[in-house]
């Protein structure tokens, strides 16, 4: 990916490359994660799908989507905070976090 700066403007200047064709996504991977650095992933995750809702160029596609991610780090960011274990909750926070 290359970002070309004038001034306080980026540009993206794009490239086929830049995007990956296939992403994976493991919940059980973030198991061994702290409870400190599991709530800063979900309150960014939440950002993320807030964001989407405010971004100039928001449709209602993009809206249903930022709310599904809210719906699911909003339920399940505690569950996953406090009980690293429970694996429902991870799941959920990394399908909230797809959802930006």
């Known amino acids: 990916m290359f970002v ?3 001034g306080k403007d980026k540009y993206f200047l794009g490239s086929p ?3 990956p ?3 994976i996504i493991d919940p059980g991977l973030t ?3 702290p409870p400190r650095i599991t709530a800063s992933t979900g309150i960014d995750a939440l950002s993320h799908a807030v964001e989407s809702l ?3 160029w928001a449709n209602p596609w993009f809206d249903s989507i930022g709310l599904g991610g809210i719906e699911l780090v909003a339920k ?3 569950r996953a905070t406090f009980n690293g ?3 429902e909750a991870r799941y959920y926070m990394s399908m909230g976090a ?3």
């Open 31 to 33: 198991i061994s994660m």
């Open 54 to 56: 405010m971004h100039k």
């Open 98 to 100: 797809l959802c930006r």
């Open 4 to 6: 070309a700066s004038a």
């Open 17 to 19: 490359y830049a995007f």
């Open 21 to 23: 064709e296939i992403g």
């Open 76 to 78: 399940y960011l505690r």
């Open 85 to 87: 274990k429970d694996l």
